[in-house]
């Protein structure tokens, strides 16, 4: 079966403190992996699409990685901002990337 | 200012009533997609379309209706079989389906 799990759940983090968020997919054939970010309420903003063959993507302070062999990505957050507090969604597209399979999301909270 | 928006932003919903769910986008974009998104879960496909006058089912269509007369609209009906309504309604378009994803924000439907 497809599927796309995130963890952790949630997370808090004081400002300025890095994280990571983690991504393991068991969905094939694989197209490409997207990261988004959602504010509560608001709808999801892509942050990165990655391919096959790219290994890092990075989009101001946020870095995405992907092993395709091990199915796995990551989201760094680098010098967290109280504006990074939302959910971030992994959603991995299988052949074509036509169907998207959605993550439930990592909750993230940044304290001062 | 190009986008997606969606409208209303609240509504709610009598028994046994149809309700409709609005989304314009002015990007130009061929394919058109409604998500439901409920608390703790992944986004899931009702219906997309890849271009006008032509819509496809989701994996959860059962109780909704679309319509794709216009290229910039992609209305979505909540219809009285629907015995679940209340969730997070995002809309979405890409330029072709498989491509980046341009999320509305979002309508919040509940029950009264």
């Known amino acids: 079966k497809n599927q796309v799990e995130q963890s952790p759940q949630s997370l808090i983090i004081l400002e300025g403190k890095n994280c990571t968020l983690q991504?393991?997919?068991?969905?094939?054939?694989?197209?490409?992996l997207r990261w988004y970010k959602q504010d509560t309420g608001r709808g999801p903003v892509s942050l990165t699409i990655m391919t096959f063959s790219e290994n890092t993507k990075s989009n101001g302070r946020y870095t995405a990685t992907l092993d395709a062999d091990t199915k796995q990505s990551s989201l760094h957050i680098t010098a967290s901002q109280l504006s990074d507090s939302a959910s971030y969604i992994c959603v991995v597209a299988g052949q074509a990337g036509t169907a998207l399979i959605f993550g439930k999301g990592t909750t993230l909270s940044v304290s001062s | 200012d190009g986008g997606i928006t969606q409208s209303p932003k609240y509504l709610f919903r009598k028994e046994g009533q149809n309700v409709t769910l609005s989304c314009e986008q002015n990007l130009n974009h061929d394919a058109m997609y409604w998500y439901r998104q409920d608390p703790g879960q992944g986004l899931r496909l009702i219906y997309y379309s890849q271009i006008v006058n032509d819509f496809q089912k989701g994996d959860i269509a059962e109780g909704y209706s679309v319509s794709r007369e216009k290229k910039e609209s992609f209305p979505l009906t909540v219809t009285s079989a629907q015995k679940n309504p209340t969730a997070f309604y995002l809309c979405?378009?890409?330029?072709?389906?498989?491509?980046?994803?341009?999320f509305g924000s979002g309508t919040q439907l509940s029950v009264l």
């Open positions: 979405a378009s890409s330029n072709r389906v498989g491509e980046k994803l341009f």
């Open positions: 991504c393991n997919y068991t969905v094939s054939p694989f197209s490409n």
